[in-house]
C-alpha cells in the first residue's frame, strides 16, 4: 500500500509537501525524503510524534535510542515500519526537525492506495521555501548585549514570531489539509 502524506510549516505557510512513500518502509526513510525535500541537514537529532486528532503526542519514534530509563515503548526510526504505528487516513504527525527550539513540519496522512507499492519514496509536489533549519546556532551565537547593567538577549521579533502559538492559523493549516483530503 502507497502512503500519502501532506506536510506543512507554522513558520511558512507557503511550504508544503506532498510525500508518497509505501506503507512497509521505515520511518527513517521517510525523515531522509522530507529532509532532502526541505534541504536539511541529516547529521541533525530530529523525531516523529504521532498523534491525536487534537495533535497531542501519543507515541515518539527517534532516530536512535536515547537510553531513556522510561516504561514507554521505544520505536527507533530504522526499525519501525510506517504502517506499525500509522494506518488510518486523517492520521497526525508532527516531524520535530529542530529540538533545540522545539521546531517541526505538521504531517497529515492524506490519502492511503491499496494495492500498490513504491520501491523508493517520492516527493510528489514540493510549494514554497522550508523555513530556516536550525534557529538554535543563531541563538547559541548571540552574545548578550549589556546595558545599564541589565543583560538582555541580543534576539529579536522574528526569532520567536509575532506570538508564541496562533491556534487559528493551526486551525487553518488543518482545514486546508482536510478540503485537501475531501473531508
Known amino acids: ?33 522530507i529532509l532532502d525535500a526541505a534541504g536539511y541537514d541529516k547529521n541533525q537529532m530530529d523525531s516523529f510524534v504521532v498523534c491525536d486528532e487534537d495533535w497531542t503526542k501519543e507515541k515518539e519514534v527517534t532516530y536512535y535510542d536515547m537510553d531513556t530509563d522510561s516504561d514507554e515503548d521505544i520505536w527507533i526510526m530504522e526499525d519501525t515500519p510506517l504502517d506499525e504505528l500509522v494506518e488510518d487516513e486523517g492520521q497526525k504527525l508532527k516531524f520535530v526537525f529542530d529540538y533545540m527550539t522545539d521546531r517541526y513540519f505538521y504531517m497529515i496522512l492524506k490519502e492511503t492506495v491499496p494495492g500498490k507499492s513504491l520501491h523508493d519514496p517520492l516527493c510528489q509536489r514540493k510549494e514554497g521555501k522550508a523555513p530556516q533549519e536550525m534557529l538554535a546556532a543563531d541563538l547559541l551565537d ?42
Do not use: C, H, Q, W
Request: proline share 1%; aromatic share 10%; hydrophobic share 35%.
Open 142 to 183: 548571540s552574545k548578550p548585549v549589556k546595558i545599564d547593567d541589565t543583560v538582555i538577549e541580543d534576539l529579536d521579533e522574528e526569532f520567536y514570531g509575532e506570538n508564541a502559538f496562533n491556534e487559528e492559523e493551526l486551525a487553518e493549516l488543518n482545514d486546508e489539509f482536510r478540503e485537501e483530503n475531501g473531508e
Open 1 to 33: 500500500m502507497i502512503y500519502k502524506f501532506l506536510v506543512g510549516s507554522e513558520e511558512s505557510e507557503n511550504f508544503k509537501l506532498e510525500i508518497a512513500i509505501d506503507s512497509s518502509d521505515t520511518f527513517l526513510r521517510l525523515r531522509n525524503t
